[in-house]
């Protein structure tokens, strides 16, 4: 299918993407497209403008701050997953870039794009609370840095505003252990179910409408996943115990 009609924006600085976002109604960010597109074209999202940012090189950087790494909002799934600073500081994020999709879908797909995009199947969801990190958001209002545990709210909805652009994730620095393990139906389909641990926190995804942190000794306590007609609520707790004690025991 086609996507519907859209007027195009190329914003050729952040200050000026955050000023089209502010004015315009109905804009949607495009970076890699992997999870927009797709949504266009089964008309299942009609915004009236698009906002490209991957002209904006000031958002293409991965550094080190403030005892983490920073991941700028245009930084390729593919990129991150092989970077050198990234994978001393911060090994979870490139284990649980491994995961996501297919190696085409990493090479166009952001690190940022997956974490606004808030599907509680994802991988990086989870890895950003497991590991306590934050986001960045810039809009014509200011700037505001959000806590993982404050920024997943439902099902693909964040408290990203329309007119904020996630403009960098910060994944701190790891000391101990890091896992992450899922079951899908097929390699590269979203989660039926997953877990990822880093040190003794443990997150779990794909069970809820958002990722969840969990206690590893009770991981299923107070849980009520949903029903899918290949996958029932008593498979999908049988699967977060297994998972878990992968994890746990990596």
Not at 55 to 75: H, P
Not at 137 to 162: K, N, Y
């Amino acid at each position: 299918m086609k996507p519907p009609v859209f007027e195009y924006h190329a914003p050729a600085s952040v200050g000026e993407a955050i000023s089209l976002l502010g004015s315009l109604a109905e804009a949607k960010v495009l970076a890699g497209g992997q999870s927009l597109v797709p949504l266009l074209n089964f008309r299942l999202a009609r915004p009236a403008h698009l906002v490209d940012i991957n002209r904006l090189a000031e958002l293409t950087k991965i550094y080190e701050r403030d005892g983490g790494v920073a991941v700028g909002a245009v930084v390729r799934q593919a990129e991150a997953e092989v970077d050198p600073l990234l994978r001393e500081r911060c090994p979870l994020l490139p284990l649980a870039l491994r995961l996501v999709a297919h190696p085409v879908i990493r090479n166009r797909g952001t690190v940022c794009g997956s974490l606004a995009h808030a599907d509680p199947a994802s991988e990086l969801c989870a890895a950003l609370l497991v590991l306590d990190g934050r986001v960045t958001a810039r809009s014509q209002r200011g700037e505001r840095v959000i806590a993982a545990a404050d920024f997943f709210r439902g099902t693909m909805d964040s408290v990203l505003e329309p007119d904020e652009l996630l403009t960098e994730a910060w994944f701190p620095a790891t000391a101990g252990p890091v896992a992450i393990a899922e079951e899908a139906r097929r390699h590269g389909d979203f989660a039926l179910a997953g877990a990822a641990r880093a040190g003794d926190r443990l997150a779990l995804f794909g069970v809820a409408t958002r990722p969840l942190l969990a206690d590893p000794a009770d991981p299923t306590r107070g849980l009520e996943p949903s029903s899918e007609p290949e996958c029932s609520p008593d498979f999908r707790l049988h699967l977060v115990k297994v998972l878990v004690e992968r994890v746990m025991q990596a």
